[in-house]
């Protein structure tokens, strides 16, 4: 099965870190770039990160550059996002999205309150 899973999320106070996971399977991992979205509670879905298919190439929306860092392990069909200084307005169901496939997992849920 064609499939991506995400995992890591959580409750966090401001300030605090977080790793999320995505694990792929059913499909050539490495032949793919990879994203992260969010959608936050009432908005649409965000952009956050993007890695290229080889992991030499990364970039970011403004509002995480600096905070978010993506990569990805090929040889594990898997991609990350560290997420470090969490603030409020990061709380969003977080998603791993294979654009040329048109596939997302079902997302983890970050919230970030005190």
């Known amino acids: 099965e064609v499939q991506v899973v995400e995992s890591g999320g959580g409750l966090v106070q401001p300030g605090g870190s977080l790793r999320l996971s995505c694990t792929a399977s059913?499909?050539?991992?490495?032949?793919?770039?990879m994203w992260w979205v969010r959608q936050a509670p009432g908005e649409g879905l965000e952009w956050v990160s993007s890695i290229n298919s080889g992991g030499t190439r990364t970039s970011y929306a403004d509002s995480v550059k600096g905070r978010f860092t993506i990569s990805r392990d090929n040889a594990k069909s898997m991609v990350y996002l560290d997420i470090n200084n969490l603030k409020p307005e990061d709380t969003a169901v977080y998603y791993c999205?294979?654009?040329?496939?048109?596939?997302r997992g079902q997302g983890t849920q970050v919230t970030v309150s005190s």
């Open positions: 999205h294979v654009p040329l496939r048109a596939l």
């Open positions: 059913g499909f050539t991992f490495s032949n793919y770039d």
